[in-house]
């Protein structure tokens, strides 16, 4: 069931009028490539993120030998961002129909709680790789008894707890507004005050920042100890690519939705460029698998390893399956001429 406008209270209306003035704004002066151009993008990084997150957890799944630290975080990447490319493309479907698409209030609800949870999964689980990068290569012997699968299974499951309860908020309060005078649905936030709205969006601003300081800071010091290899540099900068320029439009957004920036024209430019660079920032989640199957010599490694061991146990299932066969048909001929020996 949609709610209306007229409907919520008026320190909501409050908090909600500002908002839908911005989607307003944008869905008054969107462009052409909006809705044509990015549907396909979509698809294809969706398609490719898939594939290659669920290749990467196969090779990690299917080894012989038990994951490593650095691997049990890989993979627990490799889910977060398989369950954030998932869910993108619904996501991205309401803004490519100006707003107009009906969804039911649980299923706006679960978009955005799984699409927020998976994207700070994501980036912290990135957070612990580049940890685990700066124990291994500055300070190998004196975090030798850290680095053991136990801490790190309890370091993943810390991460995605915490997620999980940061982004409770989104299926308690997130809603189907729909604006009546300007003809147009959303599925947003609906906190019952804007100082409840900032407060949350900021604390989101801040734990999406962590992640950056973290894997920034681990891969300095790394550069300074003259430790770093080509994987962690290329990683680190691909990271800082991705979503550094998110980053700094979610504190502009802050500001305008604190009605420090208005304007119609600050409105649409801001929601473009977020809606740009999350695009960018999705497309971290497929450029991780091959970076890590390009450049990471280890996990070419063990990809070569499995297809090894595939290939071996598929010779062996065919010789099992041959052999039996044939001893049986002839051990049956035999018998029955009164051939045998």
């Known amino acids: 069931m949609l709610l209306s406008l007229s409907q919520l209270n008026i320190s909501q209306q409050t908090a909600l009028n500002l908002y839908l003035t911005i989607l307003y704004c944008v869905s008054q002066y969107s462009v052409s490539w909006h809705y044509t151009m990015i ?5 294809f990084i969706t398609a490719l993120g898939i594939t290659l997150n669920l290749f990467v957890l196969m090779v990690l799944c299917l080894q012989k030998k038990a994951c490593t630290m650095a691997e049990i975080y890989l993979s627990n990447l490799a889910v977060a961002d398989l369950c954030l490319i998932s869910v993108f493309p619904i996501f991205t479907m309401i803004s490519t129909k100006k707003f107009n698409l009906y969804l039911s209030k649980a299923l706006c609800k679960l978009i955005s709680f799984f699409l927020s949870m998976n994207a700070n999964s994501s980036i912290n689980m990135l957070a612990l790789v580049s940890i685990d990068r700066y124990m291994a290569l ?3 012997l004196t975090t030798e008894r850290m680095r053991r699968p136990f801490y790190a299974r309890l370091a993943c499951v810390v991460v995605w707890g915490v997620c999980v309860l940061l982004n409770v908020p989104m299926l308690m309060y997130t809603d189907v507004i729909h604006d009546t005078r300007r ?45 770093a290899t080509v994987l962690v540099l290329v990683v680190f900068c691909v990271f800082l690519i991705c979503w550094v320029p998110l980053y700094v439009v979610s504190i502009l957004e802050l500001l305008s939705r604190a009605n420090i920036l208005n304007g119609c024209h600050v409105f649409r430019n801001l929601y473009f460029c977020q809606f740009i660079f999350s695009l960018l920032a999705i497309f971290n989640s497929i450029l991780n698998p091959i970076l890590y199957l390009i450049v990471g010599k280890n996990f070419q490694t063990k990809v070569k390893e499995l297809f090894r061991q595939m290939s071996t146990n598929l010779s062996r299932s065919f010789k099992n399956v041959t052999q039996p066969t044939t001893h049986r048909g002839e051990g049956h001929f035999s018998s029955s001429t009164g051939l045998s020996s």
């Open 183 to 227: 003809n147009f649905s959303t599925c947003d936030l609906n906190f019952p005050s804007q100082t409840m709205l900032l407060v949350y969006e900021g604390i989101h601003v801040f734990i999406f920042m962590l992640p950056i300081f973290f894997v920034s800071c681990c891969t300095l010091k790394i550069i300074h100890e003259h430790k």
């Open 39 to 43: 549907p396909a993008y979509i698809l």
């Open 138 to 140: 500055v300070h190998p």
